[in-house]
């Protein structure tokens, strides 16, 4: 496999370390954990919506998908290995029909649980049992501010459902559930209305980085942030610490003063990805066979996977900064995201599509479309296509 260079992942949400702390914490991490502080987990690629971001391609149910008793037994596992937390999506992972108690088994035995969802499923008495809880955390996904700008990546009447799901989380006092927004082109110039928006329902904005994955690789050109609003962003960031941001715009830190987290790739060190087959995957946002470690049903379960796969194994080593080495902020950037490189068809040791320099672009112009890597199965119930433009 080719040596890969891997983009730089921070602490759990929330948590900023100092320069010093850094280094010390980040040559512990780069080695691996013995356990994920946070594995994603997609419970089913079935879905309500079609979002024509879709790091999965999500809209039919896959068969073979883990059934409950495959599902607690993972559940027991990451108990025994302690896990902080899965962090469950899909696909809309609330219409599983085992889904409330799958949430209910992993709390019951000490894994906290934040799951993603498009709101449909949270209507006033759900919201009340979730407020219950203390060890679940509601992510509501919006992808605009207003109805036009949202409805068009994510269907007709997504932003109102997605409201009516806010609204009943704040009736029931939840507390401070997120609201999740990937960046576009289109919702940039919106971002002091998102956070308005949070603010009016007493949740934490959290904003992620659009990748090429999935349905995201044709809706790419035409969503994914201008350069002059990648600068906007950086700069926006930088006055609102408070923002979630997960390990998404790391490659914005060239720009100068690095946005929080800790500059190291958690790939296959610190996080990893589940499917609704089983199957773990290095990235939650490369579902691709080149990153597939192996599988919780392999002997040995999930721990096996974790501990002894070859693909690991590989992450945990010493990485070559590759055509980066020369550029004098990649201290800051670490040459950028792997999953952006991989399906824009950039060698994963070339800099990000989206490098802030400029280093990326006339690359991904000189890409081969026809030799850039499927971008995983298609689980469209449709053809999915762009709505009308806001």
């Known amino acids: 496999m080719t040596a890969l260079v891997i983009p730089p ?19 512990q991490m780069k080695a691996g954990l013995d356990a994920p502080i946070c594995l994603t987990w997609e419970l089913t690629y079935a879905c309500n919506l079609q979002c024509v971001h879709c790091l999965s391609s999500s809209g039919r149910r896959e068969p073979g998908e883990l059934n409950t008793e495959q599902c607690e037994a993972v559940i027991d596992e990451l108990a025994r290995m302690q896990v902080f937390y899965i962090n469950i999506g899909g696909g809309e992972p609330t219409i599983r029909p085992d889904f409330w108690h799958l949430v209910d088994y992993a709390v019951s035995h000490d894994v906290g649980v934040k799951f993603s969802t498009n709101g449909s499923r949270i209507d006033a008495a759900v919201a009340r049992h979730l407020a219950e809880s203390d060890y679940v955390d509601v992510q509501i996904s919006i992808d605009g501010a207003d109805a036009a700008t949202n409805d068009h990546v994510r269907g007709e009447g997504s932003f109102a459902t997605a409201i009516e799901a806010m609204e009943h989380l704040q009736v029931a006092n939840f507390g401070e559930f997120k609201i999740s927004v990937v960046m576009t082109r289109h919702n940039i110039p919106q971002i002091e209305e998102f956070k308005a928006l949070a603010d009016h329902y007493g949740a934490q904005l959290r904003l992620t980085r659009f ?32 923002v979630l941001t997960g390990d998404s715009f790391f490659h914005l830190s060239a720009l100068g003063e690095p946005l929080p987290g800790l500059n190291l790739c958690g790939a296959g060190r610190v996080v990893c990805l589940i499917d609704p087959l089983g199957d773990v995957y290095a990235c939650p946002f490369v579902l691709h066979d080149d990153f597939k470690a192996g599988s919780v049903l392999d002997g040995g379960g999930f721990q096996h996977v974790w501990q002894q796969s070859d693909l690991f194994a590989e992450l ?17 950037c670490q040459g950028g995201c792997m999953a952006a490189k991989f399906f824009t068809g950039i060698p994963l040791d070339g800099p990000d599509p989206e490098c802030v320099l400029g280093f ?31």
């Open 9 to 27: 992942t921070p602490v759990p949400e929330g948590m900023v370390l100092s320069p010093v702390k850094q280094s010390g914490l980040g040559d």
């Open 211 to 242: 990748r090429p994955s999935g349905r995201g690789a044709d809706s790419w050109h035409e969503l994914h942030p201008t350069d002059a609003q990648q600068v906007e962003l950086y700069h926006w960031l930088l006055g609102h610490p408070e």
């Open 360 to 390: 990326g672009a006339d690359l991904v112009a000189a890409a081969d479309a026809n030799a850039r890597p499927a971008v995983g199965k298609d689980h469209s119930r449709t053809r999915v296509s762009l709505g009308k433009k806001p």
């Open 316 to 332: 945990r080593q010493p990485q070559s900064a590759g055509a980066c080495a020369s550029c004098g902020q990649f201290d800051a």
